[in-house]
T-cell receptor
Framework: AQSVTQPDIHITVSEGASLELRCNYS??????LFWYVQSPGQGLQLLLK??????LVQGIKGFEAEFKRSQSSFNLRKPSVHWSDAAEYFC????????????FGQGTTLQVKP | SQTIHQWPATLVQPVGSPLSLECTVE??????LYWYRQAAGRGLQLLFY??????ISSEVPQNLSASRPQDRQFILSSKKLLLSDSGFYLCASPSVAPNYGYTFGSGTRLTVV
């Protein structure tokens, strides 16, 4: 069964600083990996996804993530954080079987200091 | 494109009352469907998934049940709600080409009082 670990429950960064949110996954086959963002009281928005090919994936809002198979990681990065990036971020891994189950990590809450 | 409709958006129900949340999908046929719950301050937990009509798999033991009476309809139910059933419920389905990913409904915020 697949699983996702986001080690950091809460992260605070200053506006303009760089950001890295960690994600480790467990899955026996080639994973399909996702990062979602959820603003307070809102639904989920897809930031980026990885299925295959180039291991550095570009997403919306200036985010990128790098798939590292050897480390079972898919960390999310942004070079310069904006106050509007404050939200909860979820990493997820999907099964490539016919069930296609999407399993989420516990989430990381990002706070941005002015 | 694929769209998922969920209703109601907000619901306040007393403990012990029944529950029925509905999810319908447009723009695809025979989709896999999933129910997730997000409790306050918690992550998204997969509750049920369905790969076809009448086929339901439960991921966690709980007070809830799911049914899929039609190809594009997925219903989450409870006979008697508990306080612990409060949360944000999301229906989801794999997105169709060329987007490839997952489409989510806008969710139902359930408060059990």
């Amino acid at each position: 069964a697949q699983s996702v670990t986001q080690p950091d429950i809460h992260i605070t960064v200053s506006e303009g600083a760089s950001l890295e949110l960690r994600c480790n996954y467990s899955y026996g086959a080639t994973p399909y990996l996702f990062w979602y963002v959820q603003s307070p009281g809102q639904g989920l928005q897809l930031l980026l996804k990885y299925f295959s090919g180039d291991t550095l994936v570009q997403g919306i809002k200036g985010f990128e993530a790098e798939f590292k198979r050897s480390q079972s990681s898919f960390n999310l990065r942004k070079p310069s954080v904006h106050w509007s990036d404050a939200a909860e971020y979820f990493c997820a891994v999907a099964s490539s079987s016919n069930t296609g189950k999407l399993i989420f990590g516990q989430g990381t809450t990002l706070q941005v200091k002015p | 494109s694929q769209t998922i409709h969920q209703w109601p958006a907000t619901l306040v129900q007393p403990v012990g009352s029944p529950l029925s949340l509905e999810c319908t999908v447009e723009g695809t046929s025979n989709p896999n469907l999933y129910w997730y719950r997000q409790a306050a301050g918690r992550g998204l937990q997969l509750l049920f998934y369905s790969v076809g009509i009448g086929q339901i798999s439960s991921e966690v033991p709980q007070n809830l049940s799911a049914s899929r009476p039609q190809d594009r309809q997925f219903i989450l139910s409870s006979k008697k709600l508990l306080l612990s059933d409060s949360g944000f419920y999301l229906c989801a389905s794999p997105s169709v080409a060329p987007n490839y990913g997952y489409t989510f409904g806008s969710g139902t915020r359930l408060t059990v009082v």
